[in-house]
């Protein structure tokens, strides 16, 4: 039974370094954005009128809020799995 425990554990371990992994890639993404955004020139950008500025805001705003799904879902797959694992040392010590 320990010996299942610490194979969970593993894999566990295993897919939250990958979960982490991408959420470092998309930061990195969103990192980026933000450096471009903060090059713009201040004074009279040409951003394509009124629609060219509301469609990049929009691409800048769906970056942020896939940025914070994912670590949104990440959080929730870490408090799963370790709910599991609690609940299995658990019923380990009732035994």
Do not use: C, W
Request: charged share 20%; proline share 2%.
């Amino acid at each position: 039974m320990q010996n299942q425990i610490t194979n969970i554990l593993q894999h566990m371990a295993h897919s939250h370094e990958q979960m982490a992994r991408i959420l470092d890639a998309e930061r990195h993404v969103a990192v980026r954005v933000a450096q471009i955004i903060h090059d713009l020139p201040d004074a009279e950008p040409d951003f394509g009128g009124t629609s060219g500025i509301i469609e990049s805001a929009g691409q800048v705003n769906k970056n942020i809020i896939s940025y914070l799904n994912a670590f949104a879902d990440l959080q929730e797959a870490i408090a799963e799995q370790v709910g599991r694992v609690i609940k299995e040392l658990n019923g380990q010590e009732e035994e």
